[in-house]
């Protein structure tokens, strides 16, 4: 157990519609990262929040958006979905302290968009 | 740019043997971090172990062992005495370090798949 959480487990979704990712990440973890993992892949880094701020993003386009809360939780919002945006998303928390670190992954969300 | 490589898309071990997982990676910055993960089919990925790239020592933790291999930019998993629980995909991960400021991003192989035999 990472102590880290996320909803829902499983999402179906068309295309154009909008959807919200929740994680909760281990109390006292001031960094989450996000990424999508597509079927027989590794994960994709999409962006990491720190302190409540975006901080860091990969090759994503701007319909991926994110929040962090200072209840330790955060989403993923995505709009205009795809049907490349079918995947597993994941979220990672962690404490930074002197850029050592070890990121604790959440269970993931399955995602499918029709 | 940095890149994770694991030429392994599978890989078969009968049970109590050890085994031996590839990696190797790309990267221009001197200090950096390289992490194993295991996904079962449940999804979640767990931490297995970590190494970082000033460290003097390899890595353990209980039946895992990481062989770093600065020179060769390889760090290879090993994995003693295979239990059928250890069948999952298994993922090479990179992170470049950043002291003083936020985490950076997780760089990730394409994994292998690890079957264990009884």
């Known amino acids: 157990e990472t102590g880290v959480t996320q909803s829902p487990t499983h999402l179906i979704k068309t295309r154009g519609q909008q959807v919200t990712l929740r994680c909760s990440s281990q109390?006292?973890?001031?960094?989450v990262s996000w990424y999508q993992q597509a079927l027989g892949q590794g994960p994709q880094f999409i962006f990491q929040?720190?302190?409540?701020?975006?901080?860091g993003r990969g090759n994503f386009p701007p319909r991926f958006s994110g929040l962090q809360f200072p209840n330790y939780s955060s989403e993923l919002n995505v709009n205009a979905l795809e049907l490349d945006d079918s995947a597993l998303y994941l979220c990672?928390?962690?404490?930074?302290?002197?850029?050592?670190?070890?990121?604790?992954f959440g269970p993931g969300t399955r995602l499918l968009v029709l | 740019a940095q890149k994770i490589t694991q030429t392994q898309p599978g890989m078969f071990v009968q049970e109590k043997e050890a085994v031996t997982l590839d990696c190797t990676y790309d990267?221009?910055?001197?200090?950096?971090?390289l992490f194993w993960y295991k996904q079962p089919s449940s999804g979640e990925m767990i931490f297995l172990i970590y190494?970082?790239?000033?460290?003097?020592q390899n890595a353990t933790e209980g039946r895992y062992s990481l062989n770093f291999q600065k020179a060769r930019k390889s760090a290879n998993l090993v994995i003693s005495a295979s239990q059928l629980g250890d069948s999952a995909m298994y993922f090479c991960?990179?992170?470049?370090?950043?002291?003083?400021?936020?985490?950076?991003?997780?760089?990730f192989g394409t994994g292998t798949l690890l079957a264990v035999q009884p």
């Open positions: 190494q970082g790239s000033y460290d003097q």
């Open positions: 109390s006292g973890h001031n960094t």
């Open positions: 990267t221009s910055d001197p200090s950096y971090g």
């Open positions: 929040y720190y302190r409540e701020e975006e901080n």
């Open positions: 991960a990179m992170r470049e370090e950043n002291y003083g400021g936020a985490t950076n991003k997780l760089i």
């Open positions: 990672a928390s962690s404490f930074v302290l002197a850029g050592q670190e070890t990121q604790y």
